[in-house]
């Protein structure tokens, strides 16, 4: 059985996070998630205040496991989200995109522990003074928005540059993933790509199955030029952005159009062609639609087999 100070301070049984997927990560999965045992996530991301209250509503009727919150903090509705996940006394948050600093007195007030993904050491630090209670240090073979760093260089560096535990994320999908974070001073871990065909995900089939079909090479990174790259499978949106990015007779207001209402089409509508599927460079390593429980479950056995073995090599 692993157990780490992350189970402690959260009340949960196994050191694994649902990633806060957009439009993915609703009170189905997390609660799904959190009922086996780990942290679940519901994405505020597409939700305005009452939107999100709705969902954490329902949430609480479905399970009385702690579950989390992710807030994006580019979403247009970040304040009014924050403000929300306060008065539900929401016991966990975690951030993506952006620095949490002014939403944090808030949080602390009503109780959250605090858990901002951060892509660099500088603002794990930054966090950890403003009072975050411990950071997801997320490298760029995840989905959805990614940092520069890879898992294997940000890390340990963050696990070097804070006392606050580091839950490590992007390319984890198996028990040695879960091995190899615990080995770069990790103290649990968050998947989203091994999620997204989990059996209580509910969103369109067309998607898992792309999930299910992609090879190691199938994801791509657009939007770099407008700041935010995102990861996903390669199609012919993804394709077709990441050619305009480098045509400057191409505006950013453009290609800024073509991104909208995507992701909304691939989770919702089941459209492969014109949408982003966001999912991570591990998306090959995700074959089979199993339950959350089954996920865990077998994770964590298979960490904890690795783990105990690890010794074999050092004579
Ligand atoms: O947030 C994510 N992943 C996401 S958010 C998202 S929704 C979206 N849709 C369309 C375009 C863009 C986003 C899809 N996937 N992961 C957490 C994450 N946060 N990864 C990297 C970061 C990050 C980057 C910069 C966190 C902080 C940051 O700080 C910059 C600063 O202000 O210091």
């Not at 909208?260 to 691939?266: D, E, I, K």
Request: with cysteine; proline share 3%.
């Amino acid at each position: 059985m692993i157990k780490t100070d992350i189970c402690d301070l959260l009340r949960i049984e196994y050191p694994v996070f649902q990633g806060g997927m957009a439009w993915v990560a609703n009170a189905s999965l997390a609660t799904a998630v959190s009922e086996a045992g780990g942290l679940g996530i519901i994405a505020a991301m597409n939700s305005n205040g009452e939107q999100l209250r709705a969902e954490i509503k329902k949430a609480k009727e479905m399970t009385d496991k702690p579950f989390g919150v992710n807030v994006m903090l580019m979403s247009p509705y970040a304040d009014e989200v924050s403000a929300v996940i306060a008065e539900e006394k929401i016991p966990v948050v975690t951030t993506g995109a952006g620095n949490p600093s002014k939403y944090i007195p808030l949080w602390k007030e009503s109780g959250a522990k605090i858990i901002p993904v951060v892509p660099s050491t500088a603002l794990a630090r930054m966090v950890e003074k403003r009072g975050a209670d411990a950071v997801i240090a997320e490298g760029g073979e995840s989905g959805g928005h990614v940092g520069d760093l890879t898992t294997m260089a940000l890390v340990p560096q963050v696990c070097d540059a804070v006392k606050i535990p580091v839950i490590a994320a992007g390319g984890i999908a198996d028990g040695r993933g879960i091995a190899a974070a615990f080995m770069l001073g990790a103290v649990g871990v968050q998947m989203g790509t091994r999620f997204l065909v989990a059996k209580e995900c509910t969103i369109h089939q067309n998607y898992k199955d792309k999930v299910l079909a992609a090879k190691d090479i199938d994801t791509i990174v657009t939007g770099k030029r407008l700041g935010h790259p995102v990861r996903c499978l390669k199609n012919n949106l993804s394709r077709s952005m990441f050619e305009k990015e480098y045509d400057s007779s191409v505006s950013n207001e453009e290609l800024e159009n073509m991104g909208v209402g995507a992701l909304r089409r691939a989770a919702i509508d089941g459209d492969t062609s014109n949408s982003t599927l966001m999912a991570g460079q591990i998306a090959a390593m995700v074959t089979k639609e199993q339950t959350c429980k089954e996920i865990i479950t077998e994770i964590m056995q298979e960490a904890e087999t690795i783990l105990k073995g690890a010794s074999k090599w050092v004579k």
